[in-house]
């Protein structure tokens, strides 16, 4: 059984940083491709970013890109989200996930964290 913690959320300024965390645990981290994605209020779970097993390859959703970036230490068992200019508009539950499938074609979340909540005032 996989199991993902996510850390890191908190309340944060517009223009602010913060870098999310995802502690995975049951399984070798550098078998699965992984993804951070996210959830505001009153919204759809939306995608945020996507990393392949072997660090090669990124994919970040057209609102994210140049402001967050996504990193793995198979080492540690662990994913990162580092945001950067943070807007209001970023608040959201944010949550890790293992994906399966084939990376560059066909990629499903399969295992979910219970999400870190960031919080960006204005």
């Known amino acids: 059984q996989v199991q993902l913690v996510e850390s890191g959320g908190g309340l944060v300024q517009a223009g602010g940083s913060l870098r999310l965390s995802c502690a995975v645990s049951?399984?070798?981290?550098?078998?699965?491709?992984m993804a951070w994605f996210r959830q505001a209020p009153g919204k759809e779970r939306e995608f945020a970013a996507a990393?392949?097993?072997?660090?090669?390859?990124?994919n970040y959703a057209d609102s994210m890109k140049g402001r967050f970036t996504i990193s793995r230490d198979n080492a540690k068992n662990t994913v990162y989200l580092q945001m950067n200019s943070l807007k209001p508009e970023d608040t959201a539950v944010y949550y890790c996930?293992?994906?399966?499938?084939?990376?560059?074609?066909?990629?499903?979340?399969?295992?979910w964290g219970k999400g870190t909540l960031v919080t960006v005032s204005s």
């Open positions: 996930a293992v994906l399966s499938g084939i990376w560059g074609r066909s990629l499903e979340p399969r295992y």
């Open positions: 049951g399984r070798t981290l550098s078998t699965y491709h």
């Open positions: 990393i392949a097993r072997s660090s090669s390859s990124t």
